[in-house]
């Protein structure tokens, strides 16, 4: 009895089935990790593969080795199915450490590296040389002290673009947009698209932000590019941080409301609303002639054009949501300097009036033509709504 009962749990691990795991720290926090009664290193490192490891629920124990500080140390259920790579990675947020899977391959029958993504550094003035990564080719260095390998061959270097004090004439943009901008010459749409190819092939949403930084510090980008990379990132906190440090970076930034639509919650795009009213454009672009923004203390200038306004409105038409209305709406003003009949139409698209009269009072500072604000009266159903208007706008001591 004895002899078959050995043999049938020896006949179950071998039909059980092996895989691989390879485990990566997304902080670059060196670590080592004790999986099922052995240490996988001998000192801490960024990386680690367990081959032949058996299929099913594997008892791990992480030690993580700050740079400053003790030793952090939690354990984690890690799961391996048999015949293929599991791929865990060790991230940080708000101050706690976790491990999750962010990818699962067949193994490869044949001898090669297992493909693994690098870790993230966390930028600082002199960071230690990073970790080296087995992954195929590319090098896409987005900080002059950090460089990240990604997937094919070809190779982006420069270093970051730095924006000097805007000169009394500056250089000729080759863009036909006319408004407030904050460069001058877009990239073009094919380096754009491979652009943003090389931050699709990026798994860790960490290493995608700061790829996506490094894209907008070495170009001009559009607005819709600015929202096109943020939709690529994972988390709403890293878009959140990207569409406010690309702003600094676009060309058309009256169009900046469409960034806006990357987000999943209405509280984020308040939060990037609140931060562009502290900003202001380096440039008014005007064809191939930019100019220095106007003086702040007098009418908001140039007038936001009429294509680029149908647009945004017909973008505020479209949503459905009245809340999402109202912010779009407030986005517009606070990148663009509006018309009283521009203001007007946009109070029409909202459909509470409460709402009207909020945003009536909101864009006044953004007026273009204040002496004509009377015209935004007509978007009222109520005479209540324009004695209210009227009484803010004597706040304001008519401006």
């Not at 698209?193 to 996506?212: C, T, W």
């Not at 960034?259 to 562009?276: I, N």
């Amino acid at each position: 009895m004895t002899c078959r009962w050995v043999g049938w749990i020896a006949g179950y691990l071998l039909a059980q089935g092996t895989g691989d795991l390879v485990v990566v720290s997304e902080t670059g926090e060196p670590f080592r990790l004790y999986l099922n009664g052995e240490w996988l290193s001998e000192a801490p490192v960024t990386r680690v593969e367990a081959h032949e490891v058996p299929e099913g629920v594997q008892k791990a124990t992480f030690y993580i080795y700050p740079s400053e500080g003790k030793v952090v140390q939690f354990r984690k259920s890690l799961h391996v199915e048999a015949g293929y790579v599991e791929y865990y990675a060790i991230r940080k947020r708000k101050g706690q450490y976790n491990v999750v899977l962010y990818n699962r391959t067949l193994r490869q029958e044949e001898e090669t590296p297992l493909p693994t993504p690098p870790p993230s550094l966390p930028p600082q003035p002199s960071p230690p040389t990073p970790p080296s990564s087995q992954t195929q080719g590319t090098t896409i260095i987005f900080n002059p002290t950090i460089q990240v390998q990604t997937g094919n061959g070809t190779q982006i270097s420069a270093p970051p673009a730095v924006h000097s004090p805007p000169p009394s004439s500056p250089p000729g943009g080759g863009s036909s947009y006319s408004g407030p901008c904050n460069c001058l010459t877009p990239m073009s749409r094919e380096s754009f698209a491979q652009a943003r190819s090389s931050l699709l092939r990026e798994p860790f949403d960490e290493i995608r932000l700061e790829i996506a930084k490094g894209i907008a510090r070495q170009n001009c980008l559009l607005a819709q590019d600015v929202r096109e990379l943020a939709e690529l990132l994972n988390f709403e906190e890293n878009r959140l941080e990207f569409a406010e440090f690309a702003y600094d970076h676009t060309h058309d930034v009256s169009n900046y409301f469409t960034v806006g639509e990357a987000f999943q919650f209405s509280s984020t795009r308040e939060r990037l609303m609140q931060f562009l009213q502290s900003r202001k454009a380096r440039y008014t672009c005007s064809g191939e002639s930019p100019t220095l923004p106007p003086n702040p203390s007098r009418a908001c200038m140039p007038c936001m054009n009429n294509s680029d306004f149908m647009r945004a409105l017909n973008t505020l038409r479209a949503t459905a949501s009245e809340n999402a209305r109202l912010e779009i709406a407030r986005q517009i003003a606070t990148t663009n300097c509006l018309s009283a009949e521009q203001v007007r139409d946009i109070c029409r698209a909202l459909s509470a009036e409460p709402n009207r009269l909020e945003f009536a009072k909101y864009a006044y500072s953004r007026s273009c033509d204040p002496q004509n604000y009377f015209i935004v009266n007509q978007a009222f159903a109520s005479t209540l709504s324009q004695e209210e208007l009227a009484r803010y706008i004597q706040s304001r001591g008519g401006r």
